[in-house]
């Protein structure tokens, strides 16, 4: 059974920085497309960071590029979210996904729980 599992969410100011952690377990994500999604009140779940297996730099959309890294340690079977100079429009839930194919196309396969992450103004 396959388990993606984040932590590292919270509350912070505007301006601070978290880094969210997803330990993937029950099959190796190694060769596969990974993200994380994100949704706020009230809005619709949206992709706010990819890393595809191939070359290629990974996914961000204007919203969080610059402030947003995500990167993986195959080793450990992790993708992490590195986010900086976060804002109050950051606050969602944040899920990471997994893809069962090398690109971030389409629906993910694999969801997380999610974590939430606030920021205060």
């Known amino acids: 059974q396959v388990q993606l599992v984040e932590s590292g969410g919270g509350l912070v100011q505007a301006g601070d920085s978290l880094r969210l952690s997803c330990a993937a377990s029950?099959?190796?994500?190694?060769?596969?497309?990974m993200g994380w999604f994100r949704q706020a009140p009230g809005k619709e779940r949206e992709l706010a960071a990819a890393i595809s297996y191939s070359s290629g730099a990974p996914y961000y959309p204007d919203s969080v590029k610059g402030r947003f890294t995500i990167f993986r340690d195959n080793a450990k079977n992790t993708v992490y979210l590195q986010m900086n100079s976060l804002k109050p429009e950051d606050t969602a839930v944040y899920y990471c996904?997994?893809?069962?194919?090398?690109?971030?196309?389409?629906?993910?396969?694999?969801w997380g729980q999610g974590t939430q992450v606030t920021v205060s103004s």
């Open positions: 029950g099959r190796t994500f190694s060769t596969n497309a």
């Open positions: 996904a997994g893809w069962a194919g090398t690109y971030y196309g389409g629906r993910p396969d694999y």
